[in-house]
Nanobody, 115 residues
Framework: QVRLVESGGGLVQAGGSLRLSCAAS????????MGWYRQAPGKQRELVSI???????SYADSVKGRFTISRDNAENTVYLQMNSLKPEDTAVYYC?????????WGQGTQVTVSS
């Protein structure tokens, strides 16, 4: 059983910052990567950023240079620092844990950026 608990969402003005956190718990889960996805109303869920066990990262083009993903392997926690937020970043942000062929989702946290 894997449980992901997200926090840090909220309402912010354009140009502001938020930091999302996702803590994973569960016995004997071998994590290969953790990442963040988002889903805006009426749109498909999309990958925002991912970080592997080795620390390799990737970002969606729309967030490069503004968002930074990081991870605390000892605490099985992944963070997403979001700077220079734009109204188009408004979405529900979901944490995902990849355990090789298996994927686990968090419940999502709302991020709303006002113009």
């Amino acid at each position: 059983q894997v449980r992901l608990v997200e926090s840090g969402g909220g309402l912010v003005q354009a140009g502001g910052s938020l930091r999302l956190s996702c803590a994973a718990s569960g016995s004997n889960v071998r994590i290969s990567a953790m990442g963040w996805y988002r889903q805006a109303p009426g749109k498909q869920r999309e990958l925002v950023s991912i970080i592997t066990n080795s620390g390799s990262t990737s970002y969606a083009d729309s967030v490069k240079g503004r968002f930074t993903i990081s991870r605390d392997n000892a605490e099985n926690t992944v963070y997403l620092q979001m700077n220079s937020l734009k109204p188009e970043d408004t979405a529900v942000y979901y944490c995902k844990l990849l355990s090789f062929a298996l994927g686990y989702w968090g419940q999502g946290t709302q991020v709303t950026v006002s113009s």
